[in-house]
């Protein structure tokens, strides 16, 4: 789970780039997201999610990621939170959603909200999903097939997090790009760049490790 420097950052630059009325509605916002944490659910919707919904409108379309993923860390939005929000939001709440689990969420819990991401086509919501969350918990298999759906949707390789570390020396992804290089080719139609960019990487060693001291060993 990412740390408190990171959402303080993300704070500090959403802030410089919206107008006086959208920080006040932030500042309201956010407070009344933190004031909500520790509360048992409720039948009503608390008024923060409702704040999430509206976030777009208050503060712009190219800043709403960024400020419904700081309402979503104000209240400490627990895994059964964040799936409600995820399953009743829009594609954009749920993409925010994604940008908010590697500041949430610590293991494996919120694993089926990539993997429902993961079976969109929306490419927005799949280049979410690829983030660091994923790269953390995505057992082998599922990552890999992630990283193909990157390439049948478009979205740029650059999205998936930790690939260079997670890519090195994969013989199987090898494989599954292999397949899928002639796959394409045998149709007339051309192969991605990016399919080169990971499949090199597949063939990079391993980084060596480090020896053990003296010290290490005698411990």
């Known amino acids: 789970m990412t740390e408190g ?20 509605w932030l500042d309201q916002a956010t407070a009344e997201a933190t004031a909500h944490r520790g509360r048992p659910e ?13 976030a777009g409108r208050r503060c712009g379309q190219d800043h709403a990621d960024a400020a419904r993923v700081l309402l979503l860390h104000a209240a400490d939005a627990a895994p059964a939170t964040l799936t ?9 709440e749920r993409r925010a959603v994604l940008h908010a689990l590697p500041h949430l969420v610590q293991g494996p819990e919120a694993l089926p909200l990539v993997e429902d991401a993961l079976r ?19 057992p082998p298999h599922d990552w890999r097939h992630a990283v193909l759906k990157c390439l049948f949707t478009g979205v740029p390789v650059e999205a998936v997090a930790d690939l260079d570390r997670r890519a090195r020396a994969d013989a199987e ?28 990487l597949t063939n990079a060693p391993t980084a060596p490790e480090t020896p053990s001291t003296g010290e290490e060993q005698e411990s």
């Not at 969109?120 to 995505?138: Q, S």
């Not at 992804?173 to 499949?199: F, K, Q």
């Open 5 to 24: 420097p990171v959402i303080d950052d993300l704070r500090t630059r959403l802030e410089a780039a919206l107008g006086g009325a959208a920080r006040a």
């Open 42 to 54: 409720q039948n009503d919707t608390p008024t923060w999610e409702l704040r999430f919904a509206e």
């Open 84 to 92: 409600r929000v995820y399953e009743q939001g829009t594609a954009a």
């Open 120 to 138: 969109t086509n929306d490419t927005r919501i799949v280049a979410a999903a690829v983030g660091p969350y994923a790269a953390w918990h995505l």
């Open 173 to 200: 992804l090898a494989r599954m790009l292999g397949d899928y290089a002639a796959e394409r080719t045998a149709a007339g139609r051309p192969v991605p760049s990016d399919l080169h960019r990971v499949l090199a």
